[in-house]
């Protein structure tokens, strides 16, 4: 199967690179370098190639190259379902990162619709066991890979439940302030909630038959403990001002709802697994979602992939790698050292990482 991917990637004052041009050939792609020459830049680079702040979620201003700060810009030539596009991103100083595709300014969610990014970084090892916002960003950015216009959805209910709760804390009572802001939080809720079933769905039907050194994990929302769903959020928004008032927030709503994960052969909830388990079922999850994309699509997304082999044995990234062929991926994927990558042979590209005086420097 083969898939859309990037041909040329070029940064111009990105964190450690003040220049950098990769060449790709279609493979997937091992980068190779020791802590800190700037291997992980790379990937954070092509994860600005999709909405919103990057795997790092890092504000515009902190990526520019230190200490000239002179803005920052990720240029990339890819191809996509539809043909071939050059895609600009890039940020000035304080200002908010712009986008152009084929020279035309777009909204960032139009990268969404034009290529597809997965990753898995090593601060999401503990996502099984931290707080919930972790584990909503998480189904949200698979939500994001089927349904683009998921983002709109959640800006739309996010920028309302503020409005919401700026007039909880003024103790504003007065009903007419609050009816059409709940309303539309009501309607925006609707939608996410719609879309996260359907990606776990989407999830379940990629993990049933397939063969896989990895395990399969049972996926559900719940609701916060003693709260439930209501069928009509908007009534039940007007019915709890009171109690949302004393809290100064709204306590009822998607943005409470949790990722609960199952380690399905052992019936053991993800946060009781071991850290290894834990690790595994989220290589299981970014695995079944480029699956579910490239059937979907007919073709599959880019998967980065940061420091993920070292925490693998021998069998286990000779598993990995042969999923990612036999997907057709364009997967990115770091390294401290050449051998961790033998399994893949002549099937991958590579490039090395090294670093001097603050500044990296990459080469074939």
Known sequence: MSSPGLTTLTLSHFRSHQTARLEFDGRPVAIVGPNGAGKTNVLEAVSLLSPGRGFRRAAAEEIAQKPENLGWKIRAALTAPDGVHEVETWAEGSDSRAVRIDGKPVPQTALGRLLRVL?????MDRLWIESAE???RFLDRMTLSFLPDHAEAVLTYEKAMRDRNRLLKDQIS???WYSALEAQMATCAAQITANRQHTLTSLAVAQQGAETAFPHADLALIQPEGTAQPADLATALAENRRRDMAAGRTLLGPHRVDLFAVFTSKAIPADQCSTGEQKALLISLILANARALARDLGAAPIILLDEVAAHLDQNRRAALYDEICA??????????????????????????VTETG???????
């Open 119 to 123: 990753w898995l970084v090593p601060a």
């Open 174 to 176: 007065d009903p007419h």
């Open 358 to 364: 603050g500044l990296s420097r990459i080469a074939p």
């Open 134 to 136: 972790g584990r909503r």
């Open 327 to 352: 997907l057709g991926a364009q997967a990115m994927m770091t390294g401290t050292e050449a051998g961790l990558f033998d399994s893949f042979g002549l099937r991958s590209q590579y490039f090395t």
